[in-house]
């Protein structure tokens, strides 16, 4: 999911992640991009912990819970396809949720740029980490289905990950592979990509479905 996010990525936290790139030197703008996006992923990690704690108290080990899970996890995945390739915008509305909450801490993530400690990178990029996304909380709902914060945090690491070339490449690509990356066909053929493996786990879902019958 990190990785065929790639273009939205870009198009979305693109101009957060060009905001660091004014040190002198490489070395400098690489080393405030790798915290910058270590304080992302460990926001990341916090919400997925979180998330896959409240699912474990909800569900203990309740087997039709864990199905509706799945078939939300499935939902979310060709929700999330049609929304890379502007088929189907819906998850934008829960970004709209999640704006509130932004506006209050982005003046705050704004202010840690502008410091070169290091230190100061991390927190801001774990304020970013809060930034409202569909693709985020697509990934989310894995972190539930997981019924774990241990796996739930795990999960949103690896999601986190995924999402690392685009965003540390962010600078040093050039504006040819960026257009690429955003690009209509780029975000169609990931959108094809996640609706089949969201239709893939449906159908999974829906034989564990008929099996507990």
Request: one cysteine or more; charged letters at 5%; proline letters at 3%.
């Amino acid at each position: 999911m990190g990785l065929a996010g790639a273009g939205h990525c870009l198009m979305m936290c693109g101009g957060l992640a060009g905001a660091i790139h004014h040190q002198q030197s490489k070395v400098a703008n690489l080393s405030a991009l790798l915290f910058y996006n270590a304080g992302r992923l460990s926001s990341y990690m916090i919400a997925g912990a979180l998330v896959g704690l409240l699912s474990q108290a909800a569900i203990s080990g309740f087997s039709p819970a864990l199905l509706t899970l799945r078939f939300l996890a499935a939902f979310f995945l060709i929700a999330l396809g049609c929304y890379l390739g502007g088929w189907w915008l819906g998850l934008s509305k829960l970004e709209h949720l999640g704006r509130p909450l932004w506006q209050r801490l982005a003046p705050y993530a704004g202010k840690l740029r502008q410091s070169n400690s290091l230190m100061s990178r991390y927190v801001a990029g774990m304020v970013w980490g809060w930034l409202p996304c569909g693709l985020v909380y697509s990934a989310l709902s894995w972190s539930a289905l997981s019924a774990s914060p241990v796996n739930g945090a795990l999960y949103m690491l690896a999601f986190g990950l995924g999402t690392l070339p685009a965003m540390l490449a962010f600078g040093w690509f050039s504006g040819a592979l960026q257009s690429i990356l955003k690009g209509q066909g780029f975000r169609q053929a990931m959108g094809v990509l996640m609706i089949v493996y969201g239709l893939w786990v449906a159908i999974i879902a829906l034989r564990q479905a008929l099996a507990f019958n």
